[in-house]
């Protein structure tokens, strides 16, 4: 047998589901016993059927990458209960293996994945995607590319109306239909107190299956950013979101300033302090960087800072 | 003084495994340690706390980057992808060679992120070393391969696992990474006498060594580097160091990780060996 044909084999049986009990399926998804594709491979020994060899594999794998998922989404959990998070986890890595060398981007294709396939949320949907895409965010703010901050004295003086700003690639923009930040933030404080007693653990679970039922939806504009190496949800009102988001796809100041006031509640004489203040904090945040070298570096459009 | 053309780094003696749970004690209380070894997974990424973290160490200590997934053995070419990020961290490491598993995880680009045992063939150690020198010539840094615990062996194989290191790694003029725990692991799995695998190989390649501890289950071991190392290991060790000479050597412990002083006399132990070693060449 070749190397690219054994492997091919082995792959695919080491990727096959786990039995409810956790164990080899007796059957390959081909239809055939699985005792004897394994045995057309792998040898036995005095103590072990190439089956139960072939066992360990499989079972290691489907460990792995479960675990992984786990610890990457532990506010899905919550959202779904243990049971429903599991049957999601299984059917998603199924559909979706890892095709990256590294078990962080496992959860990559997730949101995608939830939208094509809802019913494995359930009645909650909506609420499991929002809290999907906080938990990517969450992975991609963490340990996203810092690009050297723009001050705020580097900003003076620019032409509003050429002024392209470039957005820190770590700064993630959610506008999100639950406030899943504040399920998420006691889901992790929960998970901190690491108490081993059953009680215990009963009483977080009532916990936080009130979280959920509590959860009621409500518009959330946030940026899960980063500051001394710490993510963090920030909250944004929809003037903001909204400002931030066309910057990030490479919209002039002025045009995106525009579109944060379109059908903005905030009276026209306050808008310029306003617009004065958000940009204080946000530069005070370190959220604007300098432009790419190579413009194909850029998100949307290439990102410009323009002298007038 | 190098012990030998691939081992040039003696004197970088006893080191273990940078791991999470330590980076507060080792930043705060600057421990002594010879050097890390990183699982360069951990650090391929484009910024946040890892890489912060991993600075403030370089800046005091000797770092020796382990990858887990380049997949030496895998029929497919190497992820362009995986290589751009690994010379960037290669970069920024300066480490003075590299090392990762003579076995395979991905095929048709879906990874496994396991340690998958190769079958011991021609073609797959020609395919093998192909790569090893694809992957070295890229980095331009030292490679050194490690052979894994296994749990399963291939009808197809034509050459035991010392013989297959051994053609791969004249085939890629490579170093050994040679891990006496997985030696110990696979000869209990397999049935074979760990000591003639120790003494078949060629030792004049062997760049590093790995120790661990495993788990033992009722019909096989497990390689769970969660557990102090055995007597057994500890003499295929000596074994390991009388033919290769004074070699830089890596405690792994990797769950149920204790304290960081724990980790380190666990791996200090080997010194005793080293020393002796070194005063057998001055003999």
Same mark, same amino acid.
């Given at each position: 047998?070749?190397?690219?044909?054994?492997?091919?084999?082995?792959?695919?049986?080491?990727?096959?589901?786990?039995?409810? /009990?956790?164990?080899?399926?007796?059957?390959?998804?081909?239809?055939?016993?699985?005792?004897?594709?394994?045995?057309?491979?792998?040898?036995?020994?005095?103590?072990?059927?190439?089956?139960?060899?072939?066992?360990?594999?499989?079972?290691?794998?489907?460990?792995?990458?479960l675990s992984g998922f786990a610890e990457d989404f532990p506010g899905l959990r919550a959202v779904l209960g243990e049971r429903r998070f599991d049957a999601l986890a299984k059917a998603y890595l199924q559909d979706c293996p890892s095709r990256s060398f590294?078990?962080?981007?496992?959860?990559?294709?997730?949101?995608?994945?939830?939208?094509?396939?809802? /019913?494995?949320?359930?009645?909650?949907?909506?609420?499991?995607?929002?809290?999907?895409?906080?938990?990517?965010?969450?992975?991609?703010?963490?340990?996203?590319?810092?690009?050297?901050?723009?001050?705020?004295?580097?900003?003076?003086?620019?032409?509003?109306?050429?002024?392209?700003?470039?957005?820190?690639?770590?700064?993630?923009?959610?506008?999100?239909?639950?406030?899943?930040?504040?399920?998420?933030?006691?889901?992790? /404080?929960?998970?901190?107190?690491?108490?081993?007693?059953?009680?215990?653990?009963?009483?977080?679970?009532?916990?936080?299956?009130?979280?959920?039922?509590?959860?009621?939806?409500?518009?959330?504009?946030?940026?899960?950013?980063?500051?001394?190496?710490?993510?963090?949800?920030?909250?944004?009102?929809?003037?903001?979101?909204?400002?931030?988001?066309?910057?990030?796809?490479?919209?002039?100041?002025?045009?995106?300033?525009?579109?944060?006031?379109?059908? /903005?509640?905030?009276?026209?004489?306050?808008?310029?302090?306003?617009?004065?203040?958000?940009?204080?904090?946000?530069?005070?945040?370190?959220?604007?960087?300098?432009?790419?070298?190579?413009?194909?570096?850029?998100?949307?459009?290439?990102?410009?800072?323009?002298?007038? | 003084?190098?012990?030998?053309?691939?081992?040039?780094?003696?004197?970088?003696?006893?080191?273990?495994?940078?791991?999470?749970?330590?980076?507060?004690?080792?930043?705060?209380?600057?421990?002594?340690?010879?050097?890390?070894?990183?699982?360069?997974?951990?650090? %391929?990424?484009?910024?946040?706390?890892?890489?912060?973290?991993?600075?403030?160490?370089?800046?005091?200590?000797?770092?020796?980057?382990?990858?887990?997934? %380049?997949?030496?053995?895998? !029929?497919?070419?190497?992820?362009?992808?995986?290589?751009?990020?690994?010379? !960037?961290?290669?970069?920024?490491?300066? *480490?003075?060679?590299? *090392?990762?598993?003579?076995?395979?995880?991905?095929?048709?680009?879906?990874?496994? =992120?396991?340690?998958?045992?190769?079958?011991?063939?021609?073609? !797959?150690?020609?395919?093998?070393?192909?790569?090893?020198?694809?992957?070295?010539?890229?980095?331009?840094?030292?490679?050194?391969?490690?052979?894994?615990?296994?749990?399963?062996?291939? =009808?197809?194989?034509? %050459? *035991?696992?010392?013989?297959?290191?051994?053609?791969?790694?004249?085939?890629?003029?490579?170093?050994?990474?040679?891990?006496?725990?997985?030696?110990?692991?696979?000869?209990?799995?397999?049935?074979?006498?760990?000591? *003639?695998?120790?003494?078949?190989?060629?030792?004049?390649?062997?760049?590093?060594?790995?120790?661990?501890?495993?788990?033992?289950?009722?019909?096989?071991?497990?390689?769970?580097?969660?557990?102090?190392?055995?007597?057994?290991?500890?003499?295929?060790?000596?074994? !390991?160091?009388?033919?290769?000479?004074?070699?830089?050597?890596?405690?792994?412990?990797?769950?149920?990780?204790?304290?960081?002083?724990?980790?380190?006399?666990?791996?200090?132990?080997?010194?005793?060996?080293?020393?002796?070693?070194?005063?057998?060449?001055?003999?």
């Amino acid at each position: 047998m070749k190397l690219l044909n054994l492997q091919r084999r082995m792959a695919r049986a080491v990727m096959t589901p786990l039995t409810p /009990s956790e164990r080899m399926r007796p059957v390959a998804p081909n239809g055939r016993p699985m005792r004897v594709v394994a045995a057309q491979f792998i040898k036995p020994n005095d103590r072990l059927t190439s089956f139960e060899r072939l066992e360990i594999y499989n079972r290691q794998y489907w460990f792995r990458v479960l675990s992984g998922f786990a610890e990457d989404f532990p506010g899905l959990r919550a959202v779904l209960g243990e049971r429903r998070f599991d049957a999601l986890a299984k059917a998603y890595l199924q559909d979706c293996p890892s095709r990256s060398f590294t078990l962080r981007n496992l959860g990559s294709r997730l949101e995608h994945w939830l939208r094509k396939h809802p /019913s494995w949320a359930g009645s909650r949907k909506d609420l499991a995607i929002d809290m999907v895409r906080l938990e990517w965010a969450d992975i991609e703010a963490f340990d996203g590319q810092a690009a050297p901050a723009l001050k705020p004295d580097d900003l003076a003086g620019l032409n509003p109306a050429k002024l392209r700003l470039r957005l820190q690639p770590y700064v993630q923009l959610l506008d999100l239909h639950y406030p899943v930040d504040d399920l998420l933030l006691e889901v992790r /404080s929960d998970e901190d107190t690491d108490f081993a007693s059953n009680a215990f653990n009963e009483r977080r679970k009532h916990k936080r299956v009130q979280a959920v039922a509590r959860l009621h939806p409500s518009a959330v504009f946030l940026a899960v950013h980063r500051l001394d190496f710490s993510v963090y949800f920030r909250r944004l009102n929809r003037e903001e979101f909204i400002i931030l988001t066309e910057l990030r796809d490479g919209k002039t100041l002025n045009r995106a300033i525009d579109a944060g006031f379109r059908k /903005s509640s905030i009276p026209v004489a306050e808008r310029p302090s306003h617009v004065q203040k958000l940009f204080h904090t946000w530069a005070a945040l370190g959220w604007f960087c300098r432009p790419a070298q190579n413009p194909g570096e850029a998100q949307g459009q290439p990102d410009k800072v323009e002298a007038s | 003084m190098p012990a030998n053309a691939f081992n040039n780094f003696t004197d970088y003696g006893i080191g273990i495994g940078l791991r999470s749970p330590h980076y507060n004690h080792i930043l705060t209380r600057k421990p002594v340690v010879d050097w890390f070894e990183i699982i360069s997974e951990n650090f %391929m990424i484009d910024g946040g706390r890892p890489l912060h973290i991993l600075d403030q160490i370089l800046e005091q200590y000797k770092v020796v980057q382990h990858g887990v997934s %380049m997949y030496f053995g895998s !029929a497919e070419r190497p992820n362009r992808e995986h290589l751009r990020r690994l010379k !960037a961290l290669v970069k920024r490491t300066k *480490t003075p060679w590299l *090392t990762d598993h003579l076995c395979w995880g991905s095929v048709d680009g879906r990874y496994t =992120h396991d340690l998958l045992p190769m079958p011991y063939t021609f073609e !797959a150690a020609r395919i093998t070393a192909q790569k090893v020198r694809e992957v070295r010539d890229f980095l331009e840094v030292p490679i050194a391969v490690e052979n894994v615990s296994s749990y399963a062996e291939f =009808h197809v194989s034509e %050459m *035991t696992e010392w013989e297959f290191l051994t053609e791969v790694v004249e085939r890629a003029d490579c170093g050994i990474l040679l891990d006496v725990n997985n030696i110990y692991v696979s000869s209990q799995n397999h049935s074979f006498d760990p000591h *003639t695998y120790v003494k078949e190989i060629p030792a004049e390649r062997v760049a590093q060594i790995h120790i661990a501890g495993h788990s033992k289950y009722r019909k096989y071991i497990l390689d769970t580097h969660d557990h102090p190392v055995i007597d057994p290991v500890w003499k295929l060790y000596a074994d !390991a160091i009388s033919r290769a000479g004074h070699t830089a050597t890596l405690l792994e412990w990797d769950d149920r990780i204790p304290s960081f002083d724990e980790v380190h006399d666990e791996a200090l132990k080997a010194d005793k060996f080293l020393t002796s070693a070194s005063l057998a060449t001055a003999v």
